[in-house]
């Protein structure tokens, strides 16, 4: 039987693609929300059951710290035996058939776990044994309750295509969009309502491959504007031409990209099962970092960034008086450049030069540059330079390690010569990198210059760890020491 009419033909089928933003619950959620309401059944029937029973047996009202802890320790194992059978796996869970069999298994071994450990630790004494044997009558049916109602809150919200991933885009070929049906979605996206593209079906391949590059330029568009984190083609496998095509048209985009299988491929699994069905799919780009690795990158960029600005207050300060002094013009100098996922910023940094060049030509900085200051060579040399960035980094344009950005005009001419620097923009640019803190700083007079530059930053991107970025800080510090490459 298959999924979609397990829960009713409540999700019906793949509607045409539409390119509004779907706001839905995300369907990744579910999996999460689950186990936290199965904690609180348990909980409240660990306190149910202390309170009743001794409120029962006439004794005084008791601690409730015992009963807690035990709930919390019920809860614990429970979720810990079922969370490793897919059983809060979403679409699974909003099939209607209760899984009593499994529920009261898995709590059965969860109660002689709790006896067990009673008697190895010997708290059996203080906690009394008709309240353990109350509790775990009520924690199954609790279970069971519980179970059954956000069955019924899950097919409710499937039918009303209430669950939903906004941060995922389906792009495909006409065929394979249309054979992608209710079932078929639920299993492999968990949700059959998503933000969708499909491909030309133009036959002629110079003309398809125009019209698919509008569509993915369109696509990037939507991903951009909505931070979308994830990217599904339904193609066919045997076109290798149009998956390349497509691959490389989208690895500007710092978002992951899978191949979902094609409709022989599923014609010949015949999978039900969301696990199964998502084994199948190929990822073809990963993404950059998780949500959890760019939180705690962005909490300490905000940390360190709001210390140094205090810190190197005045010497800021100081070095703005002295540009005024040195030479007219502003003392922040103010440029456009390439940041996440391509989107165009506005860098700072203290004024160096007597030209200020922000357009389609900006000559790259090289020694002895006659175009330098006084003032600006001293900077440049200490990379004092640098420092208004920090506010770059308090507003989020850009972290304090990263990939460096250049200007508009040198980014556009190295995006056309080399392939993989547009992997650069999945992360934010820093203030120094760990190119920079190897060496590869300053101009780039050569393809071999940028080449080394870029395969840096991708080794950088590719291994992130917190770790790795208080490294580059600490060498950082000795490489402005040196002044190597800084003129």
């Not at 101009?443 to 530059?453: K, V």
Request: hydrophobic share 45%; proline share 5%; charged share 20%.
């Amino acid at each position: 039987m298959t999924i979609e009419s397990d829960i009713g033909h409540a999700a019906g089928q793949l509607e045409k693609p539409s390119r509004r933003l779907v706001v839905r619950v995300s369907g990744d959620a579910v999996p999460y929300l689950l186990p936290i309401v199965d904690a609180l059944s348990i909980l409240l029937s660990s306190l149910a059951g202390g309170f009743g029973y001794q409120l029962s047996v006439g004794h005084p009202v008791p601690s409730a710290l015992p009963y807690f802890a035990v709930g919390v320790l019920a809860s614990f194992l429970h979720i810990l035996r079922t969370a490793g059978r897919g059983y809060y796996d979403f679409p699974e869970c909003a099939k209607p058939r209760v899984e009593t069999s499994d529920i009261l298994f898995s709590w059965s071994t969860t109660a002689l776990l709790l006896v067990l450990l009673a008697f190895l630790l010997k708290i059996a004494p203080d906690y009394s044994r008709g309240s353990f044997v109350l509790f775990c009558l009520l924690a199954p049916m609790g279970l069971l309750g519980v179970r059954k109602l956000t069955k019924i809150v899950l097919v409710a919200a499937v039918s009303r295509k209430a669950i939903g991933r906004r941060h995922t885009v389906l792009v495909g070929e006409f065929d394979e969009m249309n054979s992608l049906k209710g079932q078929d979605l639920l299993a492999l996206l968990g949700t059959v309502e998503i933000n969708s593209f499909t491909l030309s079906r133009e036959t002629n391949p110079s003309e398809r491959a125009s019209a698919d590059a509008r569509i993915i330029n369109s696509v990037a568009d939507f991903v951009r504007r909505y931070n979308c984190g994830e990217i599904l083609l339904a193609l066919p496998w045997s076109d290798t031409s149009r998956i390349d095509f497509v691959r490389s048209q989208i690895k500007a985009l710092p978002a992951a990209a899978r191949l979902l299988p094609d409709k022989n491929v599923r014609s010949l699994t015949n999978c039900s099962s969301s696990e199964r069905q998502r084994a199948l799919t190929i990822e073809i780009q990963s993404a950059p970092l998780s949500e959890a690795q760019c939180f705690v990158k962005r909490t300490i960029d905000i940390l360190m960034a709001a210390v140094a600005v205090i810190f190197f207050s005045p010497v800021m300060a100081l070095t703005a008086i002295a540009i005024k002094l040195d030479s007219p013009g502003p003392v922040i100098f103010r440029q456009h450049r390439k940041g996440f996922n391509g989107r165009q910023f506005v860098i700072f940094k203290f004024r160096t030069m007597t030209v200020q060049e922000n357009g389609p030509t900006v000559a790259q900085a090289t020694r002895d540059d006659p175009r330098v200051t006084g003032i600006g060579r001293l900077l440049r040399s200490a990379s004092i330079d640098e420092l208004p960035q920090l506010m770059n980094v308090l507003k989020g344009d850009m972290s304090l390690i990263g990939p460096r950005p250049h200007a508009l005009a040198h980014d556009n001419h190295f995006e056309n010569i080399l392939s993989d620097y547009a992997f650069r923009h999945h992360v934010k640019p820093g203030i120094t990198g760990w190119a920079q803190c190897n060496g590869a700083r300053g101009a780039t007079p050569s393809i071999e210059h940028i080449s080394e530059r870029v395969r840096l930053d991708l080794w950088y991107i590719n291994n992130w760890t917190l770790w790795l970025d208080v490294q580059i800080l600490i060498k950082t510090f000795f490489e402005v020491m040196r002044k190597r490459n800084a003129y």
